[in-house]
């Protein structure tokens, strides 16, 4: 069993990382400061639900908390105000009250969903969360909770910690082989951007880490939490550091909006816009073999690139635009300096940007 | 113009109480914190808006801000998760980033919501907020920012702190003579429970405070907001103390379900409620002089003190069993001991709260 304790003053908490561990739900629900007899609320999804609700409801009645369940539809469409409120309508009439909790059972979409319903239910109750994807190391630390409005993503929650991160690595032995990946681009990120030794550690173990070799995963998740929960304790709310974490993500956003959500998964979009970073230092007088090493570690975890052909460098530009990220035609962007570490670049020019999308869709090398 | 720091580590700000402070909005806006040039979402009802929104609107463009607004339907229902979806559309329609504010123009409703637009739009923006009801005193300290759901009031909201409150006492000039009483009762309230001399020069100045002397007004809404400070700033997040804000409330609470939203004004209903804590307090062995002193205060005021006889005790009895106040058929109760002093009273008997509400409806006193 692995512990990464995030260290946030009053709200830190800890992660806890192992097997079998959701055997012992009860007793970490009671490490968290959830009152036996309690009532928790578990939000998950329905395609979490059959494999791992029951199990995890039984062992919390066995530890004398009541449950309620609330299972939501699976994918990025019940982060919205709507399914909001229906969680909310569960709570309410199920009597949750300040000394309830409520428990994300899921990936991402369930952590964030339900962490804004524990933000906001009765002005905030406990938090927990048990992620079973890969990629929810990512949104298991840093408290960012949220739902997304038509018009944009993530664009309505809070900043809200967690009491107790439960990540149990049984779970993952189920998740479809693309999200296995997808998860472990953010993983990577988190060695490219503080953790040299870690970026080549993963490239090394890629076979374990893929096959979910428990060994390795626990390790590398340990990592990936341990980096993030660094950045995030010197910059709860995201006045400054916090941005190094958006590495790859100004083009791997761009990618999924012009794709439409779901074409490439999160982790995937990232995956190229890490490549199109690495591309955008050299151009800046980073190391030529800078590009090179990255696109390396990315196709090692079986993870793109480079831009298929259908994809309009307009488009993508123009994306990057409604995000509201160029000023005056110049960005700011996260610029890898060499294997883990970056800078925060100011004013970087459209036209840099726009030549290396464009190569992103010729195969990536410009050499 | 009088200034109370309400202190709450990094999140303290200023409540600035006045005349005229709206002409001098733009420079309080930077005093807040808010950059000039940046965008201003300025949130008002139906009824407060014609008044004074273009008044407003025009000093801050005067200083430089970029003015967004949002008329909402006066009245509690305004405070839905509908409306606060469309604040929110309108938002990010404008394009407001993390520099921007929310500004709240209105009573409680306006605030409420507001605030909780500001709380949660991209995680949290500046809040600033401009009460024109003598009862939003109340609600601008203490950081409560909500919205109602279908099955419970305040359900759904934060804890969340303005950067300042800028109370300007002539907009109360236009303040419908109800709303003054009903807000006249919280103000009384703060005394009742912390501040004997306080209380006694309500009862002293009650014509001056009805016909809104500005002199008088300032000085009552200064002590008013200074007493919650300190209470709130002994107890940010309601884990002890700020219960004694209840005084009155669980009554009150249950008389408004009873009656239905709107028949009492807030106000209204708990000064039935004081009167009725101070009935329970002479049932617990408190002086009797307490209950004819405590009314004498609230008629002064031109306050209900009784209820009317088509409300059932059983109503009420049951809408306080509903709010999940009664465990095991007692009740924790906010008791007063003298003017100026309450004590948090556990395990008061649902037999002495039915008596208690049998007495207010014959004329209230039992002697
Ligand atoms: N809060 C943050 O800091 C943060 C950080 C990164 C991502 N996110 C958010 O996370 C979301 C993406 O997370 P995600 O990739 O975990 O998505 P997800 O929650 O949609 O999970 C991906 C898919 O895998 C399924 N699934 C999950 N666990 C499974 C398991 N163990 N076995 C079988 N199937 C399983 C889910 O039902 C879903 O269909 C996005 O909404 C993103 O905005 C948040
Ligand atoms: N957040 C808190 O701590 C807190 C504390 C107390 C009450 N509240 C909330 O406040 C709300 C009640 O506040 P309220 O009494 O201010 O209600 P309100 O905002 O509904 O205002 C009362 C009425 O007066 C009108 N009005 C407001 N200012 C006016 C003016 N200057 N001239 C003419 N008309 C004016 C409004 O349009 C409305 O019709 C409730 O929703 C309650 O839950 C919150
Ligand atoms: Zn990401
Ligand atoms: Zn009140």
Redesign the pocket.
Known sequence: MRRIQVSLGERSYPIVIGSGLLDGIAELCGEAGFPVRSSLLVVS????AP??LDGLTAKLEEGGYKVVTHIIP???A??SLTVYEEVMTTAIKAGLDRHSAVLAL???????LA?FVAATYMRGIGFLQI??????H?????????V?HPLA??MIGAFYQPKMVVYDLD??????PR?VR??LA?VIKHGLILDREFAYWCREHAAELLSLQPEALGYALERGCAIKADVVGEDEREHGLRAILNLGHTIGHAIEAVGGYGTF???EAISIGMAGSALVAAKLGRPQSLYEETVSMLTALELPVTLPAQYSVDDIIEAMMHDKKFKEGRITFIVPDEIGAVSIVEGVEESVIREVVGQLKKEGSPW
């Open positions: 999804d329905n395609s979490v494999l791992y699976a994918g990025e019940s982060k899921g990936g991402g979409v369930v952590g964030d962490g992620p079973t994807t890969i990629l929810a990512d949104s298991s630390v840093g408290g960012k909770v949220a997304n993503k993530n779970t993952l032995a189920t998740l479809p999200d997808s998860g953010e998964l999160h982790g």
